[in-house]
């Protein structure tokens, strides 16, 4: 079979961690910023772990 390629927007997009999870940023941070608290605008800053269900897909993507 051929080597599988790496999906390039979702490299740029995601960061895998040495344990293996997935690392994304969070949405809702984009626009309209004026009316969403600080705090909220804070929380949103921090990186999250992808779902379970899909570190299967995006390792397979990312990895290549």
Known sequence: ???LKTHK???KRMKLTGGGKIL???ANKGHLLSS???VRKR???RS???CKTQVKTYTRLITG
């Open 1 to 3: 079979m051929p080597k």
């Open 9 to 11: 927007g979702i490299k």
């Open 24 to 26: 994304r940023s969070r």
């Open 36 to 38: 969403k608290s600080n």
């Open 43 to 45: 929380r949103l800053r």
């Open 48 to 50: 999250a772990t992808v």
